[in-house]
């Protein structure tokens, strides 16, 4: 399995590099607005851009929600809302869009060598729904629906959801939760956060890797023929369905990992334990003969490899202290 | 007479194919003859045990390469003017000696699958009592000698792993102030885990040194800390790029807000 990664510097560098000098910026086509509710600012921007198929919408924000929706025009229709406090700060703080056929830019900047600016950019943003989008936040939930484009989405903090994603390639937290609900992949598809827990549902990819540190991971109608997921300290749960030649390799450290799986698909099974336990709903052949004492929630050996069925899912299975379970849906 | 030198020739000329017959790299030919001899010569095929063992072990440590941009980030230190004031203990050089020690548990793998121990080989024979024994037993590592080897070799990639890490480790407790404080404390408790990880696979070790899970923990919680702090030292790096230090007091600031 490869090493994990959380953060690449090239996806915190797009997101971080927005305080550098401004680009030649598309001029606004439309006025923003500014609303002074007491002491909060708020400033509407719209803009309507066009995006060739197959263009690729990139999105950096440093603090804020954002939304994307993918629609089915040709157009990138971007809504933000600034929010802050201070005046002088406020105007400060500029949205830059820029756009070329196949392209379009977001970017928000703020003002350097300046600190403690208490400025905030919500995005909503509909784009064709086959560009490819790359989003990436510091500070703010994305949510991200309907695009079948190729998709990356890293934040540094807050939650990721995506639904409804047909070419979802990584998306990335350090502090929040990641979801992903149907959703598919042509490559290598890459989920993680440090802290946060990772859920899958319905998601169907050629090889899924899977990362956390603290977090619990959990896979439910995950189609792939290889599957790596692991944690330090949270647990794993993966409901397949495995698949006939599939290889599925799932660790922990000190979380229990848990697959839930029907008799329908033979498995070749290698679990080990140093502290925990190991329990099979399916009853095992050893590969060294005879079969693995095992039954209905029956603690087996630290180390178990073997078979059940024609073995064609090979099942890698291990936890150094928690438990190792295999239970028949 | 010396009835055991035919033996011992035999030895000599067929413990160079050792290596390849355990990377399954001889044709029948040359295979055909040493598992013959294997068959009949005790320490031949204790050797060819213990390198097959010091392959396995070694497959368990990763090899590991730093990131470019931490690289980029230790040549920066390297280039950077000497400071009028004392340096930090941490110098670029001695990070980069700390990465490099990260290298070594490649090196140190790459040797061990690549030439195994230099071992001579030990005919069949009886056994016997007196100096003569002593001196093989000094120049020729037994059977557990051997496994205690690998012990070593994984002790030797453990430490340099730690090494490494204590490294990378300063450089963050020195420069995480560009963090936003959330971001830093959430990676902090992060890095406890799997110092948590690697405290009690040590254990394990130490209780059971043959248990290739705890080994396999350990590497893998090893290689996961390096990871983890090389991110943070590249979040850092980028944060300092232009004004990334105000940006991360921005992100600070809309926190609290």
């Known amino acids: 399995m490869k090493t994990c990664r959380f953060l690449t510097a090239f996806s915190i560098a797009g997101v971080v590099l927005l305080a550098g000098p401004a680009r030649a910026a598309v001029p606004a086509s439309a006025a923003p607005s500014i609303a002074d509710q007491g002491q909060q600012q708020t400033e509407k921007f719209s803009k309507t851009v066009p995006l060739a198929k197959g263009g690729t919408f990139d999105l950096s924000n440093i603090s804020g929600n954002i939304v994307i929706t993918g629609g089915s025009g040709d157009q990138v229709v971007i809504d933000a809302v600034k929010k802050g406090k201070n005046a002088d ?58 695009l079948d484009g190729e998709l990356h989405a890293n934040t540094i903090s807050g939650s990721l959801s995506v639904t409804a994603a047909s070419d979802v390639r990584s998306v990335k937290s350090i502090s929040g939760d990641v979801h992903l609900t149907t959703a598919k992949s042509s490559g290598t598809l890459t989920v993680g956060s440090i802290s946060g827990g990772v859920t899958l549902k319905d998601v169907k990819a050629g090889e899924i890797q899977i990362s956390s540190i603290s977090g619990d991971v959990k896979a439910e109608e995950v189609t792939s023929n290889r599957v790596s997921a692991k944690s330090i300290s949270g647990e794993i749960a993966f409901a397949g369905p495995l698949a006939k030649g599939g290889r599925y390799e799932l660790t922990s450290h000190s979380g229990d990992v848990n697959v839930y799986t029907s008799d329908k698909v033979g498995i070749e099974v290698s679990a080990s334990t140093f502290s925990g336990d190991i329990t099979s709903d399916l009853v095992l052949t050893s590969k060294f003969g005879g079969d693995t004492p095992a039954g209905r929630g029956r603690r087996m050996r630290q180390s178990v490899q073997g078979t059940f069925g024609d073995g064609s899912a090979v099942l890698q299975l291990s936890s150094f202290s928690g438990n190792i379970r295999i239970v028949k849906r | 007479m010396d009835t055991r030198r035919p033996t011992a020739l035999a030895c000599e000329r067929m413990a160079p194919l050792v290596d390849d017959l355990v990377d399954d790299r001889l044709d029948q030919a040359a295979r055909e003859p040493l598992e013959s001899h294997l068959a009949g010569c005790e320490s031949c095929r204790r050797m060819a045990d213990d390198l097959r063992e010091i392959r396995r072990s070694a497959r368990t440590l990763p090899t590991h390469a730093p990131r470019p941009e931490v690289w980029a980030r ?184």
């Open chain 2, 74 to 257: 230790i040549a920066h230190q390297l280039a950077a003017p000497t400071p009028a004031s004392p340096r930090t203990f941490w110098t670029g050089a001695r990070v980069a000696l700390a990465m490099a020690a990260v290298m070594v548990v490649s090196v140190v793998t790459s040797v061990v699958v690549l030439r195994g121990p230099r071992l001579s080989p030990q005919p069949t024979r009886p056994a016997q009592t007196g100096p003569a024994q002593a001196t093989a037993a000094a120049v020729h590592p037994s059977g557990s000698d051997t496994v205690k080897d690998v012990g070593e070799y994984l002790r030797i990639a453990d430490a340099n792993y730690q090494q490494a890490i204590t490294g990378l480790e300063t450089i963050v407790a020195t420069e995480q102030a560009v963090l936003d404080p959330a971001v830093a404390a959430t990676l902090q408790k992060n890095m406890g885990i799997i110092d948590q990880a690697i405290r009690e696979s040590r254990t394990a070790i130490a209780s059971q040194p043959a248990s290739q899970l705890a080994q396999t923990s350990l590497f893998d919680a090893l290689r996961q800390k390096v990871a983890l702090l090389e991110d943070t030292i590249a979040l850092i790096n980028v944060m300092r790029k232009g004004d990334q230090a105000g940006a991360a007091r921005i992100i600070g600031g809309v926190i609290k807000s």
């Open chain 1, 89 to 146: 700060e406020f105007k400060d703080v500029t949205i830059e869009v820029t756009a070329t056929a196949n392209r379009v830019d977001v970017r928000t900047r703020y003002p350097e060598g300046r600190r403690n600016i208490s400025v905030s950019v919500d995005y909503t943003v509909t784009v064709p729904r086959s560009a490819a989008v790359n989003v990436k936040s510091i500070s703010g939930d994305e949510k991200l629906t309907g």
